[in-house]
Each structure stands twice: as structure tokens, then as C-alpha cells.
């Protein structure tokens, strides 16, 4: 016969090391629209902007040690540029970046409106 196994819900403690120059060099800047607030209050998601040859691991390991969270997720995108023109004379260019969405475990928050 197997036996059962008894587990006892424990409230885990995580050890996160002190951040590095390159954790603050991968993250740049929070991207604030309509649509990534409304996932912040909502999924518990954060959309910031990102070095360009950042990779999920590299964001995930920042995100940790920066703001002292467990992080569950993260998505990375690419986004294009985009032409612009003011007027009929002036034409101009909106420079991509690469952005993630960083998934926050349940229970924990990040203060981006700190004075």
C-alpha cells in the first residue's frame, strides 16, 4: 500500500540576493497605458520596458531582486517602430523598444508611484 504523504502548509520565505548593476540595467521603465493598469489591479501583471537583449530569465531574476517579489511569469515582446508624419512636411519615427509582462505571484504588490 502507498503511503500518504502529509503536508503542512508553511508560509515560505524567499531569499532573494541584493540586485545588481545589470538587474537595473535590464529594467528600464514602466510602460503606463490604459490597458497595463487595468492588468495591474486586475491579473496582478506588470508592463515595463526592457534592454533590448534582455531575456525572460535575466527579467525574471531583476524583477526578484529589485523588488523583493516572487515572480510566477514573463512575456517579452517586441515592439516595432512606427512611422509618423506631422503635417505634409515633416515626416518622423517612433524607436521600438522590447517590452515584458511580468506576472506577480497572488498575495504580493509592486509600489511603481513611489514619491
Known amino acids: 500500500m502507498a503511503k500518504k504523504k502529509t503536508e503542512e502548509s ?18 528600464k521603465q514602466p510602460r503606463i497605458t490604459e490597458k497595463s493598469m487595468s492588468l495591474m489591479q486586475d491579473q496582478n ?5 526592457v534592454a533590448a537583449d ?20 514573463v512575456k517579452i515582446a517586441n515592439v516595432r517602430s512606427k512611422s509618423t508624419t506631422r503635417g505634409t512636411r515633416y515626416k518622423g519615427a517612433i524607436s521600438g523598444y522590447k517590452k515584458a509582462i511580468v506576472t506577480i505571484a497572488e498575495g504580493e504588490a509592486i509600489d511603481l508611484f513611489k514619491d
Not at 10 to 27: G, L, M
Not at 45 to 49: A, L, S
Not at 54 to 73: C, G, H, P, S
Open 10 to 27: 508553511q508560509v515560505v520565505k524567499h531569499n532573494f540576493s541584493k540586485p545588481t548593476e545589470r538587474d537595473f540595467a535590464v529594467i
Open 45 to 49: 501583471k506588470v508592463t515595463v520596458e
Open 54 to 73: 534582455a531575456n525572460k530569465t535575466e527579467v525574471k531574476l531583476a524583477f526578484e531582486r529589485i523588488f523583493q517579489v516572487k515572480v510566477v511569469d
